[in-house]
T-cell receptor
Framework: QKEVEQDPGPLSVPEGAIVSLNCTYS??????FMWYRQYSRKGPELLMY????GNKEDGRFTAQVDKSSKYISLFIRDSQPSDSATYLC??????????????FGKGTKLSVIP | GAVVSQHPSRVICKSGTSVKIECRSL??????MFWYRQFPKKSLMLMAT?????????EQGVEKDKFLINHASLTLSTLTVTSAHPEDSSFYIC?????????????FGNGTRLTVT
């Protein structure tokens, strides 16, 4: 079983739809969770950063972490064509040797159709 | 804030030559920078951790003599692909974290697309 599982998609939705992106993980030491957005031929851009379980909202984006289920989600409300990109989840553990290393999902490619 | 600049964005070189990629933290100091490689439709693969003033730490399977890393200052790390071969063609991305904590989020450069002919 891979440490982080993420459905690669592709996911295609109409403009204005609510998008749900998810990752599951197996390592219970992960405490810090991130979502990155990567446009084609560009580096990943940090969207959301959360610690432990709970929700975090930033504009149209909401990140959810459920540590009991080892499941994280990113919701995008009122999706726009400019949201079309690959979304990567990433996570890391608590302080300690190697804790700084991020473990990435493979990314979900999202297309928002006008 | 937290801008990481990477140069060049694209480079084409002939087999057997060397290519240098620069990574700069523009508005923060980074004692540690990370170099990743990304294959099409694959996730980011950590190649090495660049440490200012000391040797880089390479991940298993990454040839240190082929991928030379130098971190000469708190804002600059370079990756040199030596004696490049077509199989080295890939998307290389550097990253750094502005926070002091080990788990503060990484910020990425815009990547370098290397094509070896």
């Amino acid at each position: 079983q891979k440490e982080v599982e993420q459905d690669p998609g592709p996911l295609s939705v109409p403009e204005g739809a609510i998008v749900s992106l998810n990752c599951t993980y197996s390592n219970s030491a992960f405490q810090y969770f991130m979502w990155y957005r990567q446009y084609s031929r560009k580096g990943p851009e940090l969207l959301m950063y959360t610690y432990s379980s709970g929700n975090k909202e930033d504009g149209r984006f909401t990140a959810q972490v459920d540590k009991s289920s080892k499941y994280i989600s990113l919701f995008i409300r009122d999706s726009q064509p400019s949201d079309s990109a690959t979304y990567l989840c990433a996570m890391s553990g608590h302080s300690g040797a190697g804790s700084y290393q991020l473990t990435f999902g493979k990314g979900t490619k999202l297309s928002v159709i006008p | 804030g937290a801008v990481v600049s990477q140069h060049p964005s694209r480079v084409i070189c002939k087999s057997g030559t060397s290519v240098k990629i620069e990574c700069r933290s523009l508005d923060f100091q980074a004692t540690t920078m990370f170099w990743y490689r990304q294959f099409p439709k694959k996730s980011l693969m950590l190649m090495a951790t660049s440490n200012e003033g000391s040797k880089a730490t390479y991940e298993q399977g990454v040839e240190k003599d082929k991928f030379l890393i130098n971190h000469a200052s708190l804002t600059l790390s370079t990756l040199t692909v030596t004696s490049a071969h077509p199989e080295d063609s890939s998307f290389y991305i550097c990253s750094a974290r502005p926070g002091t904590g080990d788990n503060s989020p990484l910020h990425f450069g815009n990547g370098t697309r290397l094509t070896v002919t």
